[in-house]
């Protein structure tokens, strides 16, 4: 047939019928609730045993803070996507989970003396409480925000729109040095687990606050490391190397004396 040519109705009505059938194949293989293309998906070696998740070097994220304002948003709209980053790359949130923040899930911590953020995490329907900064919660209070049913929006767009906000964000802060590794917004998710292994922060707490199922499940996601971890894991490496051998030379000389 030639392009833009409308269909019989009898040929209409058997392309319909086809499409029906599709459909009941997809719901009685339970293909709306699950992947069934995974079976099938490529992997390679890499992604077989396990996706690698990078974070930003912390310059990377110094490039990001710093980056200019998009002509084409508001103060507004480029303000919010500031602040969606900072809350992020400060709280490990997925994109998902900051895109629907409100006021009533910023809650003070046990102690008085700081804040969490409490809410439900849209991937895993688990309750997760993480700390808040200060001055992330400064910068959320001083969005506009948008009210429904008694609650604070910080975002008022879509979720389709914050994403590619994200990302056109990014290139901005690469225009002049591109980072080490490929962006995506779960990067700032990544940033804030990896930044806090490198101080050293109990995995146990990073686990929780990440929302994971189990420890073993963050030590298998953050298994590879950004060249940050690399050289703690070379400084915490040299520094046992010395203290084993002031050891042995030491049990050495002890030796030598008795002998």
């Not at 040929?11 to 709306?32: G, H, M, P, Q």
């Not at 995490?121 to 429904?148: D, I, S, Y």
């Not at 609650?151 to 225009?175: I, N, S, W």
Request: charged share 30%.
């Amino acid at each position: 047939r030639r392009p833009g040519e409308l269909l019989a109705m009898t040929t209409r009505k058997t392309e319909l019928a086809r499409f029906r059938t599709f459909l009941s194949e997809c719901v009685e293989n339970e293909w709306i609730a699950k992947s069934g293309a995974e079976k099938i998906k490529f992997k390679n070696q890499k992604t077989a045993v396990g996706e690698e998740r990078y974070g930003l070097e912390l310059e990377e994220y110094e490039q990001i803070m710093a980056a200019p304002d998009s002509v084409d948003l508001t103060t507004q709209q480029n303000q919010e996507t500031l602040v969606a980053t900072e809350l992020m790359r400060w709280t490990g949130m997925r994109i998902s989970d900051a895109h629907k923040f409100t006021n009533l899930e910023i809650v003070r911590n046990e102690k008085r003396d700081g804040w969490n953020a409490d809410f439900i995490q849209k991937k895993t329907k688990r309750r997760c409480v993480t700390p808040l900064p200060e001055h992330v919660v400064e910068m959320l209070n001083a969005l506009p925000g948008q009210f429904k049913d008694d609650k604070k929006y910080f975002f008022t767009c879509t979720y389709t729109a914050l994403r590619g906000r994200l990302d056109t964000l990014a290139e901005r802060a690469q225009k002049d040095k591109p980072f080490t590794h490929a962006f995506s917004p779960h990067c700032l998710r990544h940033t804030f687990a990896i930044q806090h292994i490198n101080v050293g922060t109990d995995v146990k707490l990073i686990s929780k606050w990440l929302g994971h199922e189990s420890v073993a499940v963050t030590l298998e996601h953050y298994g590879n490391w950004i060249k940050t971890t690399q050289i703690i894991a070379e400084d915490a490496s040299r520094d046992a190397n010395a203290k084993m051998m002031a050891k042995v030379a030491a049990l050495r000389s002890n030796n030598f004396r008795v002998g």
